[in-house]
């Protein structure tokens, strides 16, 4: 059974308030899992809460996640939706208890540009569809890590090249990202051929780190990029 998850902005603003609602869409109510589902928005929950994969947060502790009714303060189907509000202090209770460390404050911003390589060309990736972008982006979600992906109008367009991305010209990738007052801007040079992702990585100033990660496929180059971007979290 595949679970659809709808994030919504009080979902962030729940965590501060010791709660979090989810909401998942239900195609046959008949066939609708509810306990695995209620263990499956638990560990979702926890996810989001360190930056960790489930495997990771369970690792050490097999046992995190028995008996996910007592981290769910209520649960039920709401039209076509099925609704849980999950117990976030309970939740962190539990991780703590754990020895797992809890992400704090606020998730740091991330401006994503993209580049691909495309034969003998390096072309820069707007806004139409894109598996890498639609991979990272999925991964942000599963974490609760906000990326922003450039407007691509105009103003973009000429301020920034896959030619000064790739010859790391950070005056020019920091020029064109300024107005979009991020904490992080995130540039990418993805060689689907080459089965190869460059990445770089801009804070305060023009210094930055920068790296490689290799995957047969975008969804694998994108999570080898996303356990990356998670130490900035």
């Not at 007052?181 to 930055?208: A, C, E, M, T």
Request: charged share 20%; glycine share 8%.
């Amino acid at each position: 059974m595949a679970l659809r998850f709808i994030a919504t902005s009080v979902f962030l603003i729940a965590f501060q308030c010791g709660a979090a609602e989810y909401r998942i869409l239900v195609d046959n109510p008949e066939s609708f899992a509810v306990e695995t589902t209620l263990e499956e928005v638990v560990v979702g929950a926890a996810e989001q809460l360190t930056g960790m994969p489930a495997a990771d947060l369970t690792a050490n502790t097999t046992d995190l996640f028995s008996l996910p009714e007592a981290l769910v303060n209520s649960y039920g189907f709401d039209g076509g939706f099925f609704l849980v509000d999950v117990d976030i202090d309970g939740l962190k209770s539990r991780l703590e208890t754990a020895g797992i460390d809890i992400w704090s404050g606020q998730r740091p911003q991330f401006l994503v540009w993209a580049t691909e390589e495309r034969g003998l060309d390096r072309v820069m990736v707007g806004n139409e569809l894109n598996s890498l972008i639609d991979a990272l982006f999925s991964g942000a979600a599963r974490y609760a890590l906000p990326l922003n992906r450039p407007l691509m109008d105009l103003d973009d367009t000429l301020a920034l090249s896959p030619a000064e991305i790739w010859g790391e010209f950070s005056g020019a990738v920091l020029q064109a990202s300024a107005r979009y007052k991020v904490d992080h801007v995130l540039v990418l040079g993805d060689r689907p051929d080459q089965q190869s992702l460059r990445f770089w990585i801009y804070g305060v100033g023009q210094n930055f780190t920068s790296g490689e990660v290799s995957g047969t496929d975008a969804k694998t180059r994108a999570e080898g990029l996303m356990y990356i971007l998670l130490q900035y979290a």
